[in-house]
């Protein structure tokens, strides 16, 4: 056997086992990787081996067989067919691979079926007449070499487009392997078709077989680094997306508090190397809540973009912004050489909140309040850093908001712990720690109790009992009023609801009210449904509001007022003398009772304008048909006093205490026990 012809049968031998490995591998990604685009090139390269297998058999044989031997019909028809097969599952990969998808089953094995037949055909065509080799050569190898050199140059083409796949050397490495291919079968093919070239480069052409086995190869190789790195592009890709879901506001996309007290520590770690300042300064945006309630969270989330967007164009790139939660951002500034500085950027800041945002065709006007905080001047910790910008704009606030002020140590102390109060109080409500106490108000004409007055107090789990003086102006700052004070409605009401119905039919509730409720645009409807629901009669409940809300108070809250009384529900105005009103302005509100103030009441009968003012109310009460309450009554003098001016009801500690229900209970149904108590100032008149 002359050297070339064992040169082509070792190569062609080498390229199925080649193939067969390539095969394998591919076959392996596929299970583990399941790209459908592999199954196909799993089954190509299986075709290859056949048909490299059958084809080295063929050639072997040929020094024994003549050409029209059955033995190397057959093997040359196997080969035929597996050669086009080849062609025809690798063009099939390649389409899946470019659409990313899988033609579906019933097309692939149609085509399939075709292409085998071609395969045949060309094969069997001219098989009868042996002489005519050179045709046969053309028919056999040369066509299927053009087909396969145009099939590899189509596969070159899809990766380079392939969708999904991230360039890689893996990928990069695949296409040249298929460009490598298509370019081994032309180059072939081109020395190939004629029979003189063909027999002067017979072991050139014979060698060549090693160069698809190496292509082969690369190949295969190429495609395990690319999956790979696919595999990990994927991974790092659900990494960043983890990152962003779990260091970043889904609302604004900015940094959240973690991520923000992570860059914080960092900065405060190059501030300490670098002996610098940093700033960090605490937002809070006035009135926000009215925006989300009047407007709708839609409104509002669209508000806080804007901010937030507006934010991040204003600092600079080293600096960060976050938003803390709610209507709350934080802004770090790198590199502050002064105090002044900071305060510069909090103007900045400022009046960048404060041009007019559209939200819906409505131009908003928001401002907002700012505290700063100054490392190493006011804290150390990226912690207490915000903690004590978040003082300080507390203080901004109570300052009249809209502006920014620095922290300062006496006012950390109370802000802090005020904070604390505040973000239990949200949760005082919840946990059942709201209680009523009830202070009773007595009518001078029977001397009996006719109403009460429920006073609120927040079972603290730690502080004990807190007064409504220490966190009524909290839950009026954070809104968490509204919810509390609709609990105080009905508890107060159902309570003495239940009293009246056990004999006390006299007894009205007096329940205060807050601004925050006032202005609330369900208020009426709200107390409507309280009252139907406990069954207390309206002329049984008084509301409660202070003059000087009911002086501030225009439209809304005077239609609500003016609403309710059309209900039936009495109102009274308490605290009275505190408002800095005249008097006659309170004509212009429905009410049906005047509560004079406690300090008033102090003053009397000792002096002399205490007891004017007080005497005048009662008698303006008098001409307008309204019920005068005296209250913060301490002591007989004062009683005697308001005995003798003939004012209507008395409220005080002389009296009564506001008590718990039950002891409140106790007065009412043990006359004796209230008759007791009281003076005998007031027992003469009774
Ligand atoms: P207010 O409505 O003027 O209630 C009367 C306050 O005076 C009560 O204080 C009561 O305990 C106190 N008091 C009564 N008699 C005397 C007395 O003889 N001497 C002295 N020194 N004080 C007397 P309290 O319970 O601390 O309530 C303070 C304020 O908190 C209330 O003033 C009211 O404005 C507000 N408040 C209480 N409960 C509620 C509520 O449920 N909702 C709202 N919005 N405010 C409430
Ligand atoms: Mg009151
Ligand atoms: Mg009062």
């Known amino acids: 056997m002359a050297v070339?012809?064992?040169?082509?049968?070792?190569?062609?031998?080498?390229q199925s086992g080649a193939a067969v490995v390539t095969a394998f591998v591919f076959g392996g990604l596929q299970r583990r990787y399941w790209r459908p685009f592999l199954q196909h090139w799993t089954w190509s390269w299986s075709a290859l081996a056949v048909h490299a297998g059958a084809g080295a058999s063929a050639v072997a044989l040929a020094a024994w067989y003549p050409i029209d031997a059955p033995v190397r019909f057959a093997l040359a028809l196997v080969a035929g067919i597996a050669g086009y097969l080849q062609i025809a599952w690798l063009l099939l990969g390649t389409a899946e691979l470019s659409r990313g998808r899988s033609f579906p089953e019933r097309w692939t094995s149609r085509l399939v079926a075709v292409v085998a037949l071609l395969g045949a055909v060309l094969v069997i065509a001219?098989?009868?007449?042996?002489?005519?080799?050179?045709?046969?050569?053309?028919?056999?190898?040369?066509?299927?070499?053009?087909?396969?050199?145009?099939?590899?140059?189509?596969?070159?083409?899809?990766?380079?487009?392939?969708?999904?796949?991230?360039?890689?050397?893996?990928?990069?490495?695949?296409m040249a392997a298929f460009f490598g291919l298509a370019a081994q079968q032309l180059h072939f093919l081109l020395l190939s078709t004629t029979p003189q070239l063909r027999r002067q480069l017979s072991f050139y052409l014979a060698s060549l077989g090693l160069v698809d086995v190496v292509l082969y190869f690369a190949l295969a190789i190429g495609l395990v680094i690319w999956l790979l790195e696919e595999e990990r592009q994927a991974a790092m890709d659900a990494a960043q997306k983890i990152e962003q879901i779990a260091y970043h506001d889904s609302l604004t996309g900015l940094p959240n508090r973690q991520l923000f007290l992570n860059q914080l520590g960092m900065a405060l770690h190059h501030a300490r190397r670098g002996n610098h300042m940093i700033a960090v300064l605490f937002l809070d945006l006035d009135r926000f809540k009215v925006v989300n309630d009047s407007l709708g969270h839609a409104a509002g989330d669209a508000l806080l973009q804007t901010i937030a967007e507006r934010l991040t164009h204003t600092i600079r790139a080293e600096d960060s912004v976050t938003r803390l939660g709610g209507d709350e951002f934080a802004v770090l500034a790198m590199e502050v050489h002064a105090p002044a500085d900071a305060a510069l950027l909090a103007e900045r800041i400022i009046a960048a909140v404060k041009r007019p945002i559209v939200v819906d065709g409505q131009e908003l006007f928001v401002t907002t309040s700012l505290g700063i905080s100054l490392y190493p001047l006011d804290a150390d910790t990226p912690e207490d850093l915000l903690k004590t910008a978040d003082a300080a704009m507390y203080k901004a606030k109570a300052q009249g908001r809209d502006i920014a002020e620095r922290y300062q140590p006496e006012v950390g102390v109370a802000a802090l712990e005020q904070l604390g109060l505040e973000s239990?109080?949200?949760?005082?409500?919840?946990?059942?720690?709201?209680?009523?106490?009830?202070?009773?108000?007595?009518?001078?004409?029977?001397?009996?109790?006719?109403?009460?007055?429920?006073?609120?107090?927040?079972?603290?789990?730690?502080?004990?009992?807190?007064?409504?003086?220490?966190?009524?102006?909290?839950?009026?700052?954070?809104?968490?009023?509204?919810?509390?004070?609709?609990?105080?409605?009905?508890?107060?009401?159902?309570?003495?609801?239940?009293?009246?119905?056990?004999?006390?039919?006299?007894?009205?509730?007096?329940?205060?009210?807050?601004?925050?409720?006032?202005?609330?645009?369900?208020?009426?409807?709200?107390?409507?449904?309280?009252?139907?629901?406990?069954?207390?009669?309206?002329?049984?409940?008084?509301?409660?509001?202070?003059?000087?809300?009911?002086?501030?108070?225009?439209?809304?809250?005077?239609?609500?007022?003016?609403?309710?009384?059309?209900?039936?529900?009495?109102?009274?105005?308490?605290?009275?003398?505190?408002?800095?009103?005249?008097?006659?302005?309170?004509?212009?509100?429905?009410?049906?009772?005047?509560?004079?103030?406690?300090s008033f009441v102090q003053g009397v009968p000792g002096s002399t304008d205490d007891s004017a003012i007080a005497a005048a109310v009662i008698t303006?009460?008098?001409?307008?048909?309204?019920?005068?309450?005296?209250?913060?009554?301490?002591?007989?003098?004062?009683?005697?006093?308001?005995?003798?001016?003939?004012?209507?009801?008395?409220?005080?500690?002389?009296?009564?205490?506001?008590?718990?229900?039950?002891?409140?209970?106790?007065?009412?149904?043990?006359?004796?026990?209230?008759?007791?108590?009281?003076?005998?100032?007031?027992?003469?008149?009774?």
């Not at 070339?4 to 080498?14: K, R, S, W, Y």
């Not at 029977?446 to 107090?457: D, F, K």
């Not at 005296?630 to 009683?639: D, K, S, T, V, Y």
């Open 126 to 174: 001219y098989s009868w007449d042996p002489s005519r080799t050179e045709l046969l050569f053309v028919l056999r190898v040369s066509v299927r070499r053009f087909a396969v050199g145009i099939a590899f140059v189509a596969g070159g083409l899809a990766i380079r487009r392939a969708p999904l796949i991230a360039r890689g050397v893996g990928r990069r490495v695949v």
């Open 4 to 14: 070339p012809v064992v040169f082509t049968i070792v190569g062609l031998f080498a």
């Open 620 to 686: 303006l009460g008098l001409t307008l048909g309204v019920n005068v309450i005296a209250e913060g009554i301490e002591r007989p003098e004062q009683l005697a006093f308001f005995v003798e001016q003939r004012c209507a009801e008395w409220q005080g500690y002389l009296l009564v205490r506001p008590v718990t229900a039950q002891a409140c209970e106790e007065l009412l149904f043990c006359p004796a026990g209230m008759a007791a108590r009281l003076p005998s100032a007031s027992r003469a008149v009774a």
């Open 424 to 598: 239990n109080l949200q949760r005082a409500l919840e946990h059942d720690q709201l209680v009523l106490h009830y202070q009773p108000i007595v009518s001078s004409a029977s001397g009996l109790i006719t109403g009460v007055e429920a006073l609120l107090r927040w079972n603290h789990p730690k502080r004990g009992l807190i007064m409504p003086a220490e966190f009524i102006p909290l839950a009026e700052a954070t809104g968490a009023i509204v919810p509390m004070g609709s609990w105080v409605l009905r508890t107060a009401c159902e309570q003495v609801q239940e009293w009246r119905s056990r004999g006390q039919t006299q007894l009205r509730a007096a329940v205060n009210l807050s601004v925050r409720q006032l202005q609330h645009g369900d208020l009426c409807s709200h107390v409507e449904h309280i009252l139907a629901e406990t069954g207390l009669p309206a002329e049984f409940l008084e509301l409660e509001i202070t003059e000087s809300i009911a002086m501030r108070s225009h439209g809304r809250a005077v239609d609500n007022l003016r609403a309710l009384k059309g209900m039936g529900v009495r109102v009274s105005i308490d605290d009275l003398g505190t408002g800095y009103s005249s008097l006659s302005a309170l004509r212009l509100f429905p009410i049906d009772s005047l509560k004079i103030d406690r």
